[in-house]
């Protein structure tokens, strides 16, 4: 399949059930809401070594937030509910009940729910005080700002984890360029999340590796300077590779990110340097849900 | 002691021994090497929650890197040694190994070494390379994108972290705005970083709580809405208390950070709604290190 | 935590998100709806070898199938939606289309279809003849004994596969006897599988391989051939480990057959030779549900 | 031809040459050898759909073993000897490397060998031990229950697949108590594998559909319910039809499992309700074979 001169690969991502929350963070200006939410879910690239992968979802305006108050809209996402409820409480206590202003609600309903502010209001030492409003409750934290208000509880779902899509291109900022102009295009999406950094990661990697204690190593087929040393992936024109990686909450979120970022790459055509887009899996073994390029794409 | 209208509290900071490592991270270009230390440094407010206080120390041109490209100088904290190594390695691996163009040196050096890439380079799957260039180890780790070029060691050095002031205005816009103008100065200095969320907190802690498992809980006495409730330190008059805690590579760096923050509070003089300024303590039983206020500003 | 003498571990299982369907298989009689049951379900132990997991859920009266006939309902669980679609497929053509007497129905509805008899009757190379009743549209296809009758569709649903505990015994005679015991009465609930053969499993695998092609190996941690030259999780005193693995169509299914499962091992006794039970995980950061031993015996 | 009341149709059976193994798998009792016995030739009623066509020969007596265990004698087959060997390695894998206390030995020689164990075996991540007797090459694979041990190496030889006759009978109960009572002589004979559920096939297929997609169809001539619509070779009085699929060593264990197989039906008269032996080709045209029923049974 080729669109506007660039290679859409036969081959399909493979992604992964995981659980995943929404969180709604109010501040006294959109600055301090936006700090917020950046130092939460910053170092939450991969759920291996960071316990969650998170980011920003999108900017609120006042009128879409529980307190009236400009706000950010936060995804968390962990492999188990247990791991989420741990990164939740942790995050939020260390970077959103610290920060100047802010307040914190939950974003999400289901039948699965996630404690919120329900065991950090004993940071407020007795002092603390509940209110329940239209059946939610929420707390009230006296911090030397004033109060920290946060609801009680949010809750979680089965989300995707791990979608994502491979931009093979002649050199590495032609590669760079083309990412950016996808990861602002899957940007303008709700939930979806991406998880890397700036939304793009070049350390693709495969199951295993020579060293024991190693459960991944360096997607050797896709290193372009590896080509004559591996059974490579690679073509000889293509000189870097970058790879987006999307979470979503839904099968169909990801699908329609990986859609839209796909086609951004495609409208800047053949003369940007893009060879070819391909899609990272483990041959369908171990995800629960595959994303088909060609399918995504027709 | 009044400064320009602001009283300067007889009260002390009280700081403790932590370890601490600078790193440097390039890229193609400016952004990208402020993408990948910001990725880095998130969630890394606070040892207790975060494994590490971690910040940007400043940016730097292609003529103060070791490979000439463009680059964001970054500390790190950690209460051991120990403890260092592993954010260092995890955090390097989940957001400078996984950034595109990035790569990573030490901006230290010391008789305490800390594994920089030693480990990582494992990621290459034995295809990664070592070259040794005046008598530092490099490796070249085999990505999508080329290479990542990093060095096999930095290291570490007893550092001081928990200096702080505190601000105590009419109103939290009032004192908002005054610490940002002192973030703003403090972040010109070299070798402290501020690691709460915009470089402020509003959640000062005093040391237990009614609350048996709990090791810290509101500060009670600097809380505005509990006046009448505890024995506040608060006079009638202070609608809000925000806090700038400061982690240095030494004691006179955080002596120097504290100085600087406050005169850029005491600049804005009396009608910026700041009344005084204060220091958090525990009475001088736990930390090292004391930063008396009026010693500093005299 | 000890219970009637065997040690339960402070360890989790780590199970995976998977899609399942149930289906329905009726016959002349029940020998014959078992006999195309077992082979529909047989090689089916894990999907990385076998494309899907399955296995029969439990023995169906008259009354309870859609064609008054004597019945076997059957669980198929694989990791994607699509792979699902392909199994069911593939195993109801090869298996029960072939099988003397049998017709097939859904077992599950959903809002997310898997197409049961919809390709399959193309078999009847035209003579096939549909009928719709109750909304639901059902294919007779002529064969050699009369007619395959079969649902033109069923539904898949997420769930939960990988769930499992470990059996650690003086000797493997008294391993196979407890998880034997264990099996059985797993096997009297519904919505749950047990993928391996008899449901028991000895090969427990770890991820990664010192060979690179491999993405698992043997778990040599728990082989006991292996103590004195790995670092062993095996005490001198254990002679043989077996490990039952459970798939089950929710999360709370595969806690209740993991907790009856280790009942049963425990109402056994020391005297058994059964010594602990502990649980396979990969550290926590692979599998989306995390199933704690003693949370479940609590 | 009349035999006892029920006639032998003037027809013929058409066979493929195909690629078969013997399989000798052990175990602590006889249950388990035939539960990973069972497991293994799960699914695997034909090539097309299954990739192997397999199934147990006989039980094994612990002096008819390698070690001394009770086993079970596998057959199976598949089209080329590469799919073969892909078969061998994946259901050995899945279903007897899992498999609590079995081993699995060649019950083969032939100067084609087949690899048995000697993939399998890296599964032992440099545990695996070897060990050479009487020029037979077996693996030792730590794992959790001791050891796996596999013999290195199997073979394979020609073998014929696709040998059948077909029952015609007044009623399809008729038919079945006649097919059931053939599979019973037939299975009492070595060197030869019943592939289809419980040893008998009720979907016929002719060769071609009115879907070009399709490469075989639903075999009209003999479907009872298509009587007056096509061409049919169906008298009236027949009320349904069943088929013995055999798959055997060599040419003669084929022939003497047809003869077998159509005597214990004859032995059942006219009274059973059977009424005619028949036979399905493709014209004489597709299979290398042609077992003609009337020489057989002359």
Not at 90 to 113: N, Y
Not at 214 to 226: G, I, K, Q, W
Not at 229 to 254: F, H, K, P, Q, Y
């Given at each position: 399949?080729?669109?506007?001169?660039?290679?859409?690969?036969?081959?399909?991502?493979?992604?992964?059930?995981?659980?995943?929350?929404?969180?709604?963070?109010?501040?006294?200006?959109?600055?301090?809401?936006?700090?917020?939410?950046?130092?939460?879910?910053?170092?939450?690239?991969?759920?291996?070594?960071?316990?969650?992968?998170?980011?920003?979802?999108?900017?609120?305006?006042?009128?879409?937030?529980?307190?009236?108050?400009?706000?950010?809209?936060?995804?968390?996402?962990?492999?188990?509910?247990?791991?989420?409820?741990?990164?939740?409480?942790?995050?939020?206590?260390?970077?959103?009940?610290?920060?100047?202003?802010?307040?914190?609600?939950?974003?999400?309903?289901?039948?699965?729910?996630?404690?919120?502010?329900?065991?950090?209001?004993?940071?407020?030492?007795?002092?603390?005080?509940?209110?329940?409003?239209?059946?939610?409750?929420?707390?009230?934290?006296?911090?030397?700002?004033?109060?920290?208000?946060?609801?009680?509880?949010?809750?979680?779902?089965?989300?995707?984890?791990?979608?994502?899509?491979?931009?093979?291109?002649?050199?590495?900022?032609?590669?760079?360029?083309?990412?950016?102009?996808?990861?602002?295009?899957?940007?303008?999406?709700?939930?979806?999340?991406?998880?890397?950094?700036?939304?793009?990661?070049?350390?693709?990697?495969?199951?295993g590796s020579k060293y024991?204690?190693?459960?991944?190593?360096?997607?050797?087929?896709?290193?372009?300077t590896l080509r004559g040393?591996?059974?490579?992936?690679?073509?000889?024109?293509?000189?870097?590779?970058?790879?987006?990686?999307?979470?979503?909450?839904?099968?169909?979120?990801?699908?329609?990110?990986?859609?839209?970022?796909?086609?951004?790459?495609?409208?800047?055509?053949?003369?940007?340097?893009?060879?070819?887009?391909?899609?990272?899996?483990?041959?369908?073994?171990?995800?629960?849900?595959?994303?088909h390029l060609r399918e995504?794409?027709?």
């Amino acid at each position: 399949m080729i669109r506007n001169g660039i290679e859409i690969e036969d081959s399909f991502a493979e992604a992964f059930g995981m659980n995943a929350t929404r969180l709604v963070i109010t501040a006294l200006n959109p600055r301090w809401a936006r700090i917020a939410a950046e130092t939460m879910t910053g170092f939450a690239t991969s759920v291996i070594g960071c316990g969650a992968e998170a980011g920003i979802e999108r900017e609120l305006s006042p009128d879409e937030t529980p307190d009236r108050r400009p706000g950010m809209s936060v995804l968390l996402f962990a492999m188990s509910g247990k791991d989420l409820e741990k990164q939740v409480e942790r995050r939020v206590g260390q970077c959103v009940l610290t920060c100047p202003t802010t307040a914190i609600f939950s974003g999400m309903s289901s039948e699965k729910p996630v404690p919120l502010g329900k065991n950090l209001r004993f940071f407020g030492d007795g002092h603390q005080i509940s209110k329940l409003i239209d059946g939610k409750r929420y707390w009230r934290i006296p911090v030397m700002d004033g109060e920290f208000l946060c609801e009680e509880m949010t809750a979680r779902r089965s989300a995707v984890g791990g979608g994502n899509f491979l931009v093979l291109a002649r050199s590495l900022p032609q590669a760079l360029a083309a990412c950016e102009h996808a990861v602002e295009a899957i940007r303008a999406l709700p939930s979806v999340l991406l998880p890397f950094p700036g939304g793009i990661a070049r350390s693709g990697s495969k199951v295993g590796s020579k060293y024991k204690a190693l459960m991944a190593s360096t997607n050797d087929a896709f290193c372009p300077t590896l080509r004559g040393l591996v059974d490579s992936r690679l073509d000889a024109e293509v000189g870097a590779v970058l790879e987006i990686v999307i979470n979503g909450l839904t099968e169909a979120d990801v699908s329609e990110a990986t859609r839209v970022g796909i086609d951004a790459v495609c409208t800047l055509g053949a003369d940007s340097g893009v060879i070819r887009i391909s899609a990272g899996n483990y041959g369908g073994k171990l995800g629960q849900y595959h994303f088909h390029l060609r399918e995504l794409m027709a």
